[in-house]
Structures are given as structure tokens and as C-alpha cells.
């Protein structure tokens, strides 16, 4: 049985209502229950500090078992981060218990703020977090919090040695920025500061690669994209200005960060592409001022995912969220 058929189910309506609408005054503890197998999970690996974290606990019943009322109304969460004891999330139901047949399925997702889980999380990294829900074996995963790059301030930060991490629905890919080693200076300081100034003001957030050429590269960043009703623009969009060219000696190679422009070398606003496959005939044409340092298997995964006309990928790819790991000066 579905979680459909079973809240379709007139019998099981019945057994709700009888059970959730009666004044109890004791709740019930979810403990290990036979019959009935739990598993918890999140369909986002990283969760941004200033947002929600979506947990999604799905219940299969194997065999006639009565459960605690709270796995269907509350919630209920063990939690460490960084191996360390944090805090006990909870949320209260309507207790009581409720009889489930063999074959049922239910699944529902228990949306939280990030900062329940981890309130005094370290600014400068990721926060790794284990939750578990109380007493249910098996119910259990782990996230990571990120920064909140809104709280970063710029003029304090190395931006020759911080770095990005793009968090897309492939998967993470983490950007340094490409300075020069004689003497440690960024090589395209103007494009640096624009990208985080945009991840800082949360730009690049729910966009998407809307250009995808494997063995070439993927493009994103544009605006536009994050309204399928203006999928016609898309490619055309910027932050509402431009800013110059900084063409220098770095090399188009697989991993290259790069930005997107026009006819005009002066052109370049918000959209970047990542090179998949060596393409040194972009070399002094376009700015490059980064690289991929991790994540290649994502770059791999997106530059390969089916395309429809204008190198448009079929799925949807999300780039999530652009979180700023910040160095001091």
C-alpha cells in the first residue's frame, strides 16, 4: 500500500481519526518496532546556515504493527555535529499510536531551520551533521551546514585563498581562484571580487546550467534561468552591468572557471562556464581567474547529462547555492 492508498483508505481515515482526535495526555516514544523498517534522509547533501533542512522519514510495514502516533505528526532528533554532542530537536505530535497493515508505505518530510540543528556552527566552515531520530533504528543521515556567505564581509576576507563551493543537484564542486606564483596576487582580481560579491548577495542561488556541451564545457549563472517562462532569454542574462576584461596567461584546461561574455571583450557580468575538456582556443579570448579543485566526478556528471536543442540539459541541473569559504586577511 502506498502513502496515498493508505490516507485514501476510508478504514485507515477512520483509525486516524479515532486515534488523533481523541484528548490524550500522554505521547509515545518511537522505539524499534517489528514489522516495521525506518529510514531517514535529506535530498540535499549540504543545506545553506540561513535555510531549511528537509528530512524525509519513510516507514515500510512488513508486518501489522501499531507505531507511535508522533512518527506521523512529530518528530523527534538526535543530533551530533563534528562527532560532538548537539542539541535534541523535537517537535510534538498528537502521541498516541496507530495500527498500520503489512504493505503500507508512508513517507513524509519534516521541514526544520538549519540553525535548530546547529546554532553555533563555526562561520568558516562546514558544520558536519548526524541526525538520527530518537529510539528508531535505521532512521538516520547526515548533511552538512554551510556558511551564510550574506554575513561574510569582503574587505576582510584573502580572496586570493578563499574559496567557493558550488552546490548543484549533481553534486558539490569547490573553485579557488587562480593567482599568479611569482607573486601570489590573483590574475583576474575584478572577476574574483564579482563572483563573491554575487554568491555573497545570494545571486547565483537556484540557477541553473542551461548550456551543457560535454567535452567542452558547462555554462550557468544567467539570471533568467531560474524562471522556466523566460527559458527564451535564457543565455541573455546578466546582474545589470558589465565589467572590463581581464585576459591573462591562464590556460583553458578541463576544470578551468572562466567567464561567459559576448562579441564584446568588455561584456562579461555574471555567467561563467567550467571547462570539461581542454580548450586552448579560448586562451586570451575569455577571462579565466579559477579552477576546479574537488568535484570533478560533478563536473563529469553534468557535462554528461542528455541535452535537448540549444545544449539545454533535459533535467534540469540546479545550481543550489554558492557558498563562500572565507579566509582572514
Not at 533504528?137 to 561574510?152: E, H, R, T, Y
Not at 522556466?228 to 546578466?238: L, N, R, V
Given at each position: 500500500?502506498?502513502?496515498?492508498?493508505?490516507?485514501?483508505?476510508?478504514?485507515?481515515?477512520?483509525?486516524?481519526?479515532?486515534?488523533?482526535?481523541?484528548?490524550?495526555?500522554?505521547?509515545?516514544?518511537?522505539?524499534?518496532?517489528?514489522?516495521?523498517?525506518?529510514?531517514?534522509?535529506?535530498?540535499?547533501?549540504?543545506?545553506?546556515?540561513?535555510?531549511?533542512?528537509?528530512?524525509?522519514?519513510?516507514?515500510?510495514?512488513?508486518?501489522?504493527?501499531?507505531?507511535?502516533?508522533?512518527?506521523?505528526?512529530?518528530?523527534?532528533?538526535?543530533?551530533?555535529?563534528?562527532?560532538?554532542?548537539?542539541?535534541?530537536?523535537?517537535?510534538?505530535?498528537k502521541g498516541g499510536?496507530?495500527?498500520?497493515?503489512?504493505?503500507?508505505?508512508?513517507?513524509?518530510?519534516?521541514?526544520?531551520?538549519?540553525?535548530?540543528?546547529?546554532?553555533?556552527?563555526?562561520?568558516?566552515?562546514?558544520?558536519?551533521?548526524?541526525?538520527?531520530?530518537?529510539?528508531?533504528?535505521?532512521?538516520?543521515?547526515?548533511?552538512?551546514?554551510?556558511?551564510?556567505?550574506?554575513?561574510?564581509?569582503?574587505?576582510?576576507?584573502?580572496?586570493?585563498?578563499?574559496?567557493?563551493?558550488?552546490?548543484?543537484?549533481?553534486?558539490?564542486?569547490?573553485?579557488?581562484?587562480?593567482?599568479?606564483?611569482?607573486?601570489?596576487?590573483?590574475?583576474?582580481?575584478?572577476?574574483?571580487?564579482?563572483?563573491?560579491?554575487?554568491?555573497?548577495?545570494?545571486?547565483?542561488?537556484?540557477?541553473?546550467?542551461?548550456?551543457?556541451?560535454?567535452?567542452?564545457?558547462?555554462q550557468g549563472g544567467?539570471?533568467?534561468?531560474?524562471?522556466?517562462?523566460?527559458?527564451?532569454?535564457?543565455?541573455?542574462?546578466?546582474?545589470?552591468?558589465?565589467?572590463?576584461?581581464?585576459?591573462?596567461?591562464?590556460?583553458?584546461?578541463?576544470?578551468?572557471?572562466?567567464?561567459?561574455?559576448?562579441?564584446?571583450?568588455?561584456?562579461?557580468?555574471?555567467?561563467?562556464?567550467?571547462?570539461?575538456?581542454?580548450?586552448?582556443?579560448?586562451?586570451?579570448?575569455?577571462?579565466?581567474?579559477?579552477?576546479?579543485?574537488a568535484g570533478a566526478?560533478?563536473?563529469?556528471?553534468?557535462?554528461?547529462?542528455?541535452?535537448?536543442?540549444?545544449?539545454?540539459?533535459?533535467?534540469?541541473?540546479?545550481?543550489?547555492?554558492?557558498?563562500?569559504?572565507?579566509?582572514?586577511?
Open positions: 500500500m502506498t502513502v496515498a492508498t493508505f490516507f485514501g483508505n476510508p478504514l485507515m481515515l477512520r483509525i486516524l481519526t479515532a486515534v488523533f482526535g481523541a484528548v490524550l495526555t500522554l505521547g509515545v516514544s518511537a522505539q524499534d518496532i517489528p514489522g516495521v523498517r525506518a529510514t531517514l534522509s535529506t535530498p540535499r547533501s549540504i543545506v545553506a546556515a540561513g535555510g531549511n533542512v528537509d528530512l524525509r522519514l519513510l516507514l515500510e510495514v512488513t508486518q501489522d504493527a501499531d507505531v507511535p502516533g508522533d512518527l506521523l505528526s512529530g518528530a523527534s532528533f538526535d543530533v551530533r555535529i563534528d562527532d560532538k554532542a548537539g542539541p535534541h530537536v523535537e517537535e510534538k505530535g499510536t496507530v495500527h498500520l497493515v503489512a504493505g503500507t508505505r508512508i513517507e513524509r518530510t519534516v521541514s526544520m531551520p538549519a540553525s535548530r540543528f546547529a546554532p553555533n556552527a563555526d562561520g568558516s566552515g562546514f558544520a558536519v551533521v548526524a541526525v538520527s531520530w530518537t529510539g528508531l533504528a535505521g532512521a538516520n543521515c547526515v548533511f552538512k551546514i554551510a556558511p551564510d556567505s550574506s554575513k561574510i564581509d569582503l574587505t576582510t576576507i584573502d580572496m586570493a585563498k578563499s574559496k567557493v563551493v558550488l552546490v548543484t543537484s549533481l553534486g558539490e564542486m569547490t573553485i579557488s581562484f587562480t593567482v599568479d606564483k611569482a607573486t601570489g596576487k590573483l590574475k583576474a582580481p575584478g572577476h574574483v571580487e564579482n563572483f563573491l560579491k554575487l554568491c555573497k548577495e545570494g545571486f547565483y542561488d537556484g540557477t541553473k546550467f542551461h548550456r551543457v556541451i560535454r567535452n567542452f564545457m558547462i544567467d539570471p533568467f534561468t531560474k524562471d522556466d517562462k523566460k527559458m527564451a532569454m535564457w543565455g541573455q542574462g546578466d546582474p545589470g552591468y558589465k565589467i572590463p576584461a581581464e585576459f591573462n596567461d591562464t590556460k583553458h584546461v578541463r576544470g578551468t572557471l572562466s567567464m561567459a561574455r559576448s562579441s564584446d571583450p568588455n561584456s562579461a557580468g555574471s555567467q561563467f562556464f567550467i571547462v570539461h575538456k581542454d580548450s586552448n582556443h579560448l586562451d586570451n579570448q575569455y577571462t579565466a581567474f579559477g579552477s576546479l579543485e566526478d560533478t563536473l563529469d556528471s553534468i557535462a554528461n547529462t542528455p541535452v535537448a536543442a540549444g545544449d539545454r540539459p533535459l533535467t534540469p541541473v540546479v545550481l543550489f547555492a554558492a557558498v563562500i569559504l572565507p579566509v582572514a586577511k
